[in-house]
């Protein structure tokens, strides 16, 4: 079912919910899970990559997904992980509204530095899962970073990024002061569980941005360094998904909560 949800600061928000009902292999427990799925930069929830990974994920758990701020048929324009922290918190409170006892949010690339943050500054989650995020900002290391800092930082980077990949970006630039970064946000987080998957073959942020995350969060946290493994959706596959959405079955269930509070 498809909503336009609408944040506390006046955005229009595309989202789809993907109830568990009706799946016979939904896991005992599953249908008081939701998953809520945070698509990198450029992405959206209604290209066919994105949504077959979305499918999978509902073999799991109820899923909410939905477009980013200047993203695919969402209003509002990108600003690259500042204010998307009010996307990802309309999302999560939908999930709360359609009776969701559990809400874990799991974010790629752009979208996980945004469930990092906001897991640390709105809260309201079960588990924090972000697979291949960044740990810091203004990273230019790489080929790939440097091209999306052309067309972020440019007006014709702009032009190209709107007609072609249909994604609006805020021609205000980085705000001041800089917004919370990725990994102090992951210092902020504890004591809901945090993971961190990142790839050592990660063509935008190369391993040690995952280790800085990890390193920066606190228990209870676990870090994935998968061999192999490129950048985010696209080279997530069913297994990965498969792995995700039973660590976040286990990492949100009550008695890890009760366990963390009675220590």
Not at 169 to 195: C, F, Y
């Amino acid at each position: 079912m498809t909503v336009m949800l609408v944040t506390q600061d006046g955005v229009p928000i595309d989202a789809v919910h993907l109830p568990p009902e009706g799946r016979p292999d939904a896991p005992p427990g599953g249908r008081d899970l939701a998953l809520v799925i945070a698509h990198g930069f450029t992405m959206s929830w209604q290209r066919p990559m994105i949504w077959k990974l979305v499918q999978r994920f509902n073999q799991h758990a109820g899923v909410v997904t939905f477009d980013f701020r200047g993203h695919g048929r969402s209003g509002g324009l990108s600003t690259l992980g500042d204010k998307e922290i009010d996307d990802v918190d309309v999302a999560v409170r939908y999930a709360r509204e359609l009776g969701y006892q559990r809400v874990v949010t799991v974010g790629f690339s752009m979208g996980g530095s945004v469930v990092l943050r906001h897991g640390a500054l709105r809260g309201g989650v079960d588990a924090v899962i972000s697979v291949s995020g960044p740990g810091r900002w203004f990273y230019r290391g790489t080929l790939a970073m440097r091209r999306v800092h052309l067309a972020a930082e440019h007006r014709l980077g702009r032009a190209f990024t709107k007609r072609v990949l249909n994604t609006r970006i805020s021609p205000d630039g980085w705000p001041t002061p800089d917004p919370l970064p990725p990994a102090e946000a992951a210092s902020r987080i504890s004591p809901v569980p945090v993971l961190i998957v990142h790839g050592d073959q990660d063509i935008y942020f190369p391993p040690d941005h995952g280790q800085q995350l990890y390193d920066a969060a606190r228990e209870p946290k676990e870090l994935w360094m998968l061999p192999g493994f490129g950048h985010a959706e696209r080279h997530t596959d069913d297994a990965l998904i498969d792995r995700i959405s039973a660590w976040a079955e286990k990492a949100s269930a009550p008695a890890r909560h009760q366990e963390q509070t009675a220590s």
